[in-house]
Structures are given as C-alpha cells and as structure tokens.
C-alpha cells in the first residue's frame, strides 16, 4: 500500500485548501482511511477518519470545517479544509488503517509522506 499526499501550501487565515490523497494498492471504497496532522515537537494527532460503511468522523478542532471525500474512480481520498486559522498549521499526513482505535495515529500502519499547511494571521 502507498499513500502519497500533496496539496499544502501557504494560505492567509480564512482562506481555504484541498488535500489530496492518491492511494495504491488499496481501494479508497474499502476498510478505513484517515488523516492526520503534526506540529514540530507534538503527537501526531487525529483530524478525520472514514470507514467503508460511509460514515466520517472528525476531530471536535475541525468539525464544520473540513470534509473528507473520496474519489473511486481515481482511488483518491481528498480534505477540504475551509475557514483555515493559524492553529491549523501542520504537517498533514493521510494514512491507512490496520487495527485498533480509529482516532490513535499507532492504529494506522501505511502512511503518506505528509504535505505542509501554513495558514498566516
């Protein structure tokens, strides 16, 4: 399985970007995919996971905010991200889930190689 994500930029507060996400050996429709999200010094955290049943949960730091889709065609998992603020500032990392605890970054066992947000003041 390979996930390689692009998309991050610099982006003035308020401002909004896409993530992508394009997986391989592995299809978007099955099992669960999520991302996650790293600041310098600090635990990988949760930003939103989706399981094959359709059903997407996301980290209270950026409900309303971003939404997460999916694209079968081109095995393409995306993050909308809209409103963007300063604390949203991280390395954003997309990742495949293997067991466990769905929202704990150990649970995940393929990941991206992250691309960077920077969203200015």
């Known amino acids: 399985v390979q996930l390689q994500a692009s998309g991050g930029g610099l982006v003035q507060a308020g401002g909004s970007l896409r993530l992508s996400c394009a997986v391989s050996g592995r299809t978007v429709s099955s099992g669960v995919l999520g991302w996650f999200r790293q600041v310098p010094g600090k635990e990988r955290e949760f930003v939103t996971f989706t399981r094959s049943d359709g059903n997407t949960y996301y980290a209270d730091s950026v409900k309303g905010r971003f939404t997460l889709s999916k694209d079968k065609a081109k095995n393409t998992m995306y993050l909308q991200m809209n409103s963007l603020k300063p604390e949203d500032t991280a390395v954003y990392y997309c990742?495949?889930?293997?067991?466990?605890?769905?929202?704990?970054?150990?649970?995940?066992?393929?990941w991206g190689q992250g691309t960077l947000v920077t969203v200015s003041s």
């Open positions: 990742a495949s889930y293997a067991r466990g605890v769905y929202y704990l970054s150990g649970s995940y066992d393929y």
